[in-house]
C-alpha cells in the first residue's frame, strides 16, 4: 500500500500563488509518475500535470505557462506550483501516484487538498 499526503491548498486572491506537496510512502513499492488533477464542483476530475520518475511533464492547456510540476525523488514528493492564479483554478487538488512491486502496476490517490481563489 502507498500512502499520499497533500499539504499546501487554501485561500488564494486572483493572481496570487500557492505550493501544493505530495509526500509518498513507498513501502517497497516502486513510484514511477505522479500527477495532479483537480475536481471543481459539478464537474469531472481533470489532469493538471503529470510527471515521470525520470523528470518529464506534462501540463493541461489550461494552466500551462502558470503552473510547475516538480518533484524530489529521494523524497518521493511532488509539487505543484501554482502561479498567476484565476477563479477557474478553484477545486480539489489530488494527488496521484504510479506504483509498481513484483511486475504489477498500481494507482493511489491522496485525500485532496481544496484550492479556492477568491477576492
Known amino acids: 500500500q502507498v500512502q499520499l499526503v497533500e499539504s499546501g491548498g487554501g485561500l488564494v486572491q486572483p493572481g496570487g500563488s500557492l505550493r501544493l506537496s505530495c509526500a509518498a510512502s513507498?513501502?517497497?513499492?516502486?513510484?514511477?509518475?505522479m500527477g495532479w488533477y483537480r475536481q471543481a464542483p459539478g464537474r469531472q476530475r481533470e489532469l493538471v500535470a503529470t510527471?515521470?520518475?525520470?523528470?518529464?511533464?506534462n501540463y493541461a492547456d489550461t494552466v500551462k505557462d502558470r503552473f510547475t510540476i516538480s518533484r524530489d525523488n529521494a523524497k518521493n514528493t511532488v509539487y505543484l506550483e501554482m502561479n498567476n492564479l484565476k477563479p477557474e483554478d478553484t477545486a480539489v487538488y489530488y494527488c496521484?501516484?504510479?506504483?509498481?512491486?513484483?511486475?504489477?502496476?498500481?494507482?493511489?490517490w491522496g485525500q485532496g487538498t481544496q484550492v479556492t481563489v477568491s477576492p
Open positions: 513507498r513501502n517497497s513499492f516502486s513510484i514511477n509518475d
Open positions: 496521484k501516484a504510479e506504483a509498481s512491486r513484483w511486475r504489477t502496476t498500481y494507482y493511489y
Open positions: 510527471i515521470t520518475s525520470g523528470g518529464t511533464t
